[in-house]
């Protein structure tokens, strides 16, 4: 082979990498994989998450049993209803879609309700438990308090074990320069069909609920220690499971998968959530 079509062949080995960076561009994607609108939908979400322990702070500070029965109801109706709409209307949208149209969706879902649907959901199952304690019927000898906890658990595993994981690996693989659409488009489906089983055990726990109302008041079995120190387990579980994600992102950064604005958006979702988290537990200084 002579040295001009060895020089030819090698320069022809990298258009690929070219034409997928030019490519890039023309979309309006930012460097490192994410479009233009990522960063703007993320701090959209980050600030829709802030309102609602920030309102079950103040219906705590101001020991007001109205607006904290208006906070615990209105974040479960959201949440229940981001769930609902994502299985019963998006999921058949998306089912109707090429992998590339499933993956555009990912690309605007995922941002928009990073931070929203973690923080209705803690938000619900705070004030929730607020609520009970209020009202003198959180007692471990009542069967329907007992259900709902188990339901409680099984949304907070279903929530911060998977589809919170599976969030943030649709977000580091959008973040690469050639991502795997098959892989996003498949963990975009899972949260799909979650969000959907999620959407069923709260229409069982509006049934729950509605037999809690009818309790007779008794001596509450939980105290302001015992709720922080499950503040303290679930934080140390959620914030586990991140930073686990959060190597691996590394790791690909270091591989040269990822660029620095990639890892910087993983760590504004970090700390976002620390401050969500840390806005519910500063409720436990006016209970």
């Given amino acids: 082979m002579s040295k001009e079509q060895d020089s030819s062949t090698n320069s022809g080995s990298s258009i690929p990498s070219t034409a997928k960076i030019l490519a890039a561009q023309h979309a309006g994607a930012e460097p490192g994989g994410f479009p233009a609108y990522t960063h703007r939908l993320l701090l959209q979400s980050f600030l829709l998450g802030l309102i609602p322990p920030i309102v079950l702070l103040v219906a705590i500070a101001l020991k007001s049993l109205v607006l ?3 906070t615990h109801v209105m974040s479960a109706v959201m949440w229940t209803g981001f769930d ?30 990073f931070f929203i649907l973690p923080s209705l959901s803690a938000t619900t199952i705070t004030a929730g438990i607020y609520l009970a304690m209020s009202l003198g019927i959180f007692n471990f000898s009542y069967f329907w308090i007992i259900a709902a906890l188990l ?11 998977i589809l919170m994981p599976n969030s943030m690996r649709i977000f580091i693989e959008l973040a690469k ?16 069909k979650i969000a959907g089983l999620q959407g069923a055990f709260q229409i069982a726990i509006i049934f729950i609920m509605v037999n809690i109302s009818n309790l007779p008041s008794a001596a509450s079995q939980l105290n302001l220690p015992e709720i922080f120190y499950a503040l303290v387990v679930f934080a140390a579980m959620f914030f586990g499971i991140y930073l686990s994600i959060y190597r691996s992102a590394m790791k690909g ?3 040269g998968e990822l660029d620095k604005k990639a890892i910087s958006t993983l760590r504004f979702g970090l700390l976002g959530h620390i401050i969500i988290f840390l806005i519910l537990g500063f409720t436990l200084l006016f209970a």
């Avoid at 339901?151 to 074990?161: A, C, R």
């Avoid at 795997?180 to 799909?192: M, P, S």
């Fill in 68 to 70: 904290l029965t208006y």
């Fill in 84 to 113: 609902l709409f994502m299985a019963l209307i998006l999921g058949r949208v998306l089912g109707s879609l090429d992998i590339g149209g499933r993956v555009e969706v990912a690309k605007r879902l995922t941002p928009s309700t």
């Fill in 151 to 161: 339901i409680v658990t099984i949304l907070t595993i279903q929530g911060f074990v």
């Fill in 177 to 192: 320069l050639d991502p795997k659409k098959e892989r996003i488009a498949k963990l975009n489906g899972i949260n799909i």
């Fill in 253 to 255: 950064y270091r591989n």
